[in-house]
T-cell receptor, first 113, second 114 residues
Framework: KQEVTQIPAALSVPEGENLVLNCSFT??????LQWFRQDPGKGLTSLLL?????REQTSGRLNASLDKSSGRSTLYIAASQPGDSATYLC????????????FGAGTILRVKS | DGGITQSPKYLFRKEGQNVTLSCEQN?????MYWYRQDPGQGLRLIYY???????QKGDIAEGYSVSREKKESFPLTVTSAQKNPTAFYLC?????????????FGDGTRLSIL
């Protein structure tokens, strides 16, 4: 059974700092890995989706990498801004259950101005 | 604009009462999902449906029921059998059979016990 873990659980950084969020998964036979952002009281917004054949994906100041062999993904945020403050979740697809997503518990990020 | 609409945003349930959460999508997606989110935990799957008139239980289906009579709609009923219903409920949808596609989420319904 796939399990997804995110470290750290919470992170507080000053504005402008580059930061890395970590995601690990127990079953390396993944179809893809997705990073989401969740603002308080809101639903999830998809940030980046990395297919199993890819090593990384980039969108603006965000870069997500995937290393299937070690069961890890990282989300790199460059030049962080207070508007980046949110909870970041990673998830992989479980193909045996109708493409359901298996989520980590998330990292709560606070960027201080 | 295409998207997923969940209603209501906040819902209160009395003891012994069934309540229904609405989820509607206009993305023409075949697959729809209901997740439950508790503080400090990741999302857990309640039910999912990949086609109209068919649905399957997820990891925590006990105390919940769903229907999928229309492609656009996937309502979730929280029954009185669910003893700990207080949580944030999220509905999602995705296309089926078109390769890697991200799941789209609604803005959620927060359910509390009166």
């Amino acid at each position: 059974k796939q399990e997804v873990t995110q470290i750290p659980a919470a992170l507080s950084v000053p504005e402008g700092e580059n930061l890395v969020l970590n995601c690990s998964f127990t079953d390396s036979a993944i179809y893809n890995l997705q990073w989401f952002r969740q603002d308080p009281g809101k639903g999830l917004t998809s940030l980046l989706l990395i297919q199993s054949s890819q090593r990384e994906q980039t969108s603006g100041r965000l870069n997500a990498s995937l290393d299937k062999s070690s069961g890890r993904s990282t989300l790199y945020i460059a030049a962080s801004q207070p508007g980046d403050s949110a909870t970041y979740l990673c998830a992989t697809i479980d193909m045996e259950y109708g493409n359901k997503l298996v989520f980590g518990a998330g990292t709560i990020l606070r960027v201080k101005s | 604009d295409g998207g997923i609409t969940q209603s209501p945003k906040y819902l209160f349930r009395k003891e012994g009462q069934n309540v229904t959460l609405s989820c509607e999508q206009n993305l023409n997606h075949d697959a729809m999902y209901w997740y439950r989110q508790d503080p400090g935990q990741g999302l857990r799957l309640i039910y999912y449906s990949q086609i109209v008139n068919d649905f399957q239980k997820g990891d925590i289906a006990e105390g919940y029921s769903v229907s999928r009579e229309k492609k656009e709609s996937f309502p979730l009923t929280v029954t009185s059998a669910q003893k700990n219903p207080t949580a944030f409920y999220l509905c999602a949808s995705t296309a089926v059979g078109v390769g890697n596609q991200p799941q789209h989420f609604g803005d959620g319904t927060r359910l509390s016990i009166l």
